[in-house]
C-alpha cells in the first residue's frame, strides 16, 4: 500500500511544467501534473493504444486538441481520453491534475 499528498506537495515551477511520477507498473502510469496559469502541456498524440483519465483537482484551465480548444476544465473534472488522439492542457489559474494512463486490455482470441 502506498499513500501521497498530491496537493500538500505539489510543485510548481515556473520554467516549465511539474509532472510526478506516482505509481508506475506494467498495468498503468500515473502522474500528478502542476501547472501554473499560462503554462501548457502541448497537444500530442501517443502511438499506442490505450487511454489517459485527467482529474483536475485545483484550478482551472483548457483541454485542446489538433485545433485549438476543446472544452473548459474546472475542479472535479473528469476527462478520459483515447491515447490515440491529440489532446493537451493549458492552466487558466495555476492548476494540480491527476493523469493515469493505462493501455487497452488485449483482445481475447475467438475460439
Not at 501547472?35 to 483537482?57: C, F, I, R, S, W
Amino acid at each position: 500500500m502506498q499513500k501521497t499528498s498530491i496537493l500538500e506537495s505539489g510543485i510548481f515551477n515556473p520554467d516549465r511544467v511539474h509532472e510526478r511520477l506516482i505509481h508506475e507498473s506494467a498495468g498503468a502510469k500515473i502522474k500528478s501534473l502542476h501547472l501554473l496559469a499560462g503554462q501548457e502541456l502541448p497537444v500530442k498524440a501517443y502511438g499506442t493504444e490505450g487511454e489517459a483519465m485527467l482529474v483536475v483537482l485545483s484550478g482551472e484551465g483548457l483541454l485542446l486538441g489538433k485545433h485549438g480548444v476543446l472544452d473548459a476544465l474546472v475542479q472535479g473534472d473528469v476527462v478520459i481520453a483515447d491515447l490515440r488522439i491529440p489532446h493537451g492542457l493549458r492552466a487558466e489559474k495555476d492548476m494540480c491534475v491527476l493523469a493515469s494512463f493505462t493501455p487497452l486490455p488485449e483482445k481475447k482470441a475467438k475460439q
